[in-house]
């Protein structure tokens, strides 16, 4: 593995082809035999840092349309939370499921699962019918892993029956030193930016353009009003930046002063400390407070000068579904891809069918939109919102971070980059944006 990053490190990338595929890699992986680990345990006592584990792994056959990739570095997203957690289920009954598709996908279903949907590194070789990427090319990866052998899937990829997220309902992920993926998750690397920075946006910025700003999704437009819950994090950093940028006006909620503070800085003006106001959106386990859900509507109007909700940009789930579907205005849209607190929603279906509003589920993104979101990022137009990176070793704590809610925006993971801030072909374009590509940085 150390000619691989060496070759990489001394800008070698034409050699890169040339050298060995090693037989076995490190990676971050959970096990089948501790999948139980947790059990009974609340969900916030269950922690990553031992349930994830650096270990290293034989390297998986290289099939046609696939490549693997030297990862040079990662980030974690809440799905290997979830994975890590074993909640809501053990991703090991999806790769138990993948693994009865075919005889090449049988590889996917082992006793440990490779976790992380996010990459950036170096192509080290291409499998047969592979003709759009070479060994040596600069690449991110989206996480959509599609078969396309069904009609279904072919106007919109993420209709495909056999869609599948990368590294969470796959095996072989981002978060390691090698990754197998399919030729069509790849993407241009952003020249500008360093290996931890390119490899922090591509899920959640994926997902916050289709959800946001594509027309399979909310199909915001300008002076849209949008509600983005959790605007400093993970999804709701890009939302928000989406929103800036559509001329739209976003109304941002975070939960302390400093994440006010963060949204602030990139540009946003209403802003909505939901730990300051105190909103109780449930009076007890079972029953809602809709006196609660008019306070929050009211703060909007105050912020927004009388202006109601055209947009809810949805992920917490259960806690706020019901102030989202009540705040969003007359045909208003709750466009909506998570339940971080439960997946049981309920709301005042009265509110929803006479003011005709629409609940939209959205997930992941097609390639087209995975792209589209990438190629804002390489243009400068969106930055990625990188605070912390982590070595490797720590992956179990860069989780538990995100678990708890302590980070902003997102966490790294370095991989193969022995340190940080390498990576960077386009020094003109990085100075253009430094502040912006800093701003979330040491917060
Ligand atoms: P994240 O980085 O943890 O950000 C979520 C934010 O939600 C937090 O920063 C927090 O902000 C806010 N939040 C947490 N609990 C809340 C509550 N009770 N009420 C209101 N706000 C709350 O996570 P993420 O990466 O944005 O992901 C969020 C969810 O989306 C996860 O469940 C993830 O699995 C899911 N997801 C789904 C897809 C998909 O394709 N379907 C893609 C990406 C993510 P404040 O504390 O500042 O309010």
Redesign the pocket.
Not at 248 to 277: Q, T
Not at 286 to 293: L, R
Not at 296 to 318: A, M, N, S
Not at 370 to 388: F, Q, V
């Given at each position: 593995m150390n000619d691989i990053r060496d070759a990489i490190l001394a800008d070698q990338l034409d050699a890169v082809g040339g050298l060995a595929v090693p037989e076995s890699y490190r990676a971050v992986l959970v096990r089948k035999d501790e999948q139980d680990m947790f059990e009974g345990l609340p969900t916030k006592e269950k922690d990553p840092r031992k349930s994830l584990h650096v270990e290293e792994v034989p390297t998986p056959e290289l099939g046609p349309g696939e490549a693997i990739v030297a990862v040079m570095a990662s980030s974690v997203?809440?799905?290997t939370v979830?994975t890590s957690i074993f909640e809501p289920v053990s991703t090991f009954g999806f790769l138990e499921r993948y693994g009865k598709l075919s005889e090449l996908t049988k590889r996917h279903d082992l006793p440990y699962h490779v976790v992380g949907s996010d990459l950036a590194g170096v192509v080290l070789r291409v499998g047969p019918g592979v003709n759009k990427w070479k060994p040596g090319d600069e690449v991110v990866a989206h996480c959509l892993s599609v078969e396309l052998e069904d009609p279904a899937g072919h106007d919109d990829t993420m209709m495909d029956p056999q869609q599948r997220i990368w590294g969470f309902e796959t095996n072989f992920g981002g978060l390691a030193e090698l990754a197998l993926v399919k030729s069509n998750q790849l993407m241009p690397k952003p020249g500008h930016l360093s290996w931890e920075e390119a490899a922090s946006p591509g899920?959640?910025n994926s997902?916050a353009y289709r959800q946001l700003v594509s027309h399979n999704g909310a199909n915001m437009k300008q002076g849209d009003v949008v509600l983005i819950?959790?605007?400093?994090?993970?999804?709701?950093s890009y939302a928000t930046q989406m929103a800036l940028n559509g001329g739209a006006i976003p109304v941002c909620?975070?939960?302390?002063p400093e994440?006010a503070a963060i949204v602030a800085s990139m540009g946003a003006e209403l802003i909505i400390d939901?730990s300051a106001e105190g909103y109780q959106f449930w009076k007890d386990e079972n029953t809602q407070d809709p006196k609660e859900w008019q306070r929050l509507g009211k703060k909007i109007r105050e912020l927004t000068g009388g202006d109601d909700v055209d947009i809810v940009f949805e992920?917490?789930g259960r806690?706020?579904f019901g102030a989202s579907v009540y705040v969003a205005k007359k045909g208003g849209t709750i466009v909506t891809?998570?339940?971080?607190?439960g997946y049981m929603h309920s709301y005042d279906n009265r509110y929803l069918w006479m003011n005709l509003k629409r609940i939209i589920g959205?997930?992941?993104a097609n390639y087209k939109e995975a792209w589209e979101a990438n190629r804002l990022i390489d243009r400068g137009l969106i930055h990625p919102t990188l605070s912390k990176v982590y070595p490797m070793e720590d992956v179990g704590q860069a989780a538990y971070d995100?678990h708890r809610?302590l980070?902003q925006g997102k966490v790294g993971v370095l991989t193969l980059a022995p340190e940080e801030g390498l990576g960077v072909r386009d020094t003109d374009k990085r100075e253009k944006h430094l502040t912006a590509i800093n701003r979330f940085r040491g917060v």
């Amino acid at each position: 593995m150390n000619d691989i990053r060496d070759a990489i490190l001394a800008d070698q990338l034409d050699a890169v082809g040339g050298l060995a595929v090693p037989e076995s890699y490190r990676a971050v992986l959970v096990r089948k035999d501790e999948q139980d680990m947790f059990e009974g345990l609340p969900t916030k006592e269950k922690d990553p840092r031992k349930s994830l584990h650096v270990e290293e792994v034989p390297t998986p056959e290289l099939g046609p349309g696939e490549a693997i990739v030297a990862v040079m570095a990662s980030s974690v997203n809440y799905n290997t939370v979830w994975t890590s957690i074993f909640e809501p289920v053990s991703t090991f009954g999806f790769l138990e499921r993948y693994g009865k598709l075919s005889e090449l996908t049988k590889r996917h279903d082992l006793p440990y699962h490779v976790v992380g949907s996010d990459l950036a590194g170096v192509v080290l070789r291409v499998g047969p019918g592979v003709n759009k990427w070479k060994p040596g090319d600069e690449v991110v990866a989206h996480c959509l892993s599609v078969e396309l052998e069904d009609p279904a899937g072919h106007d919109d990829t993420m209709m495909d029956p056999q869609q599948r997220i990368w590294g969470f309902e796959t095996n072989f992920g981002g978060l390691a030193e090698l990754a197998l993926v399919k030729s069509n998750q790849l993407m241009p690397k952003p020249g500008h930016l360093s290996w931890e920075e390119a490899a922090s946006p591509g899920l959640v910025n994926s997902t916050a353009y289709r959800q946001l700003v594509s027309h399979n999704g909310a199909n915001m437009k300008q002076g849209d009003v949008v509600l983005i819950w959790g605007a400093s994090g993970g999804l709701g950093s890009y939302a928000t930046q989406m929103a800036l940028n559509g001329g739209a006006i976003p109304v941002c909620v975070v939960s302390s002063p400093e994440k006010a503070a963060i949204v602030a800085s990139m540009g946003a003006e209403l802003i909505i400390d939901r730990s300051a106001e105190g909103y109780q959106f449930w009076k007890d386990e079972n029953t809602q407070d809709p006196k609660e859900w008019q306070r929050l509507g009211k703060k909007i109007r105050e912020l927004t000068g009388g202006d109601d909700v055209d947009i809810v940009f949805e992920h917490p789930g259960r806690d706020t579904f019901g102030a989202s579907v009540y705040v969003a205005k007359k045909g208003g849209t709750i466009v909506t891809c998570a339940s971080t607190t439960g997946y049981m929603h309920s709301y005042d279906n009265r509110y929803l069918w006479m003011n005709l509003k629409r609940i939209i589920g959205s997930h992941f993104a097609n390639y087209k939109e995975a792209w589209e979101a990438n190629r804002l990022i390489d243009r400068g137009l969106i930055h990625p919102t990188l605070s912390k990176v982590y070595p490797m070793e720590d992956v179990g704590q860069a989780a538990y971070d995100v678990h708890r809610n302590l980070h902003q925006g997102k966490v790294g993971v370095l991989t193969l980059a022995p340190e940080e801030g390498l990576g960077v072909r386009d020094t003109d374009k990085r100075e253009k944006h430094l502040t912006a590509i800093n701003r979330f940085r040491g917060v």
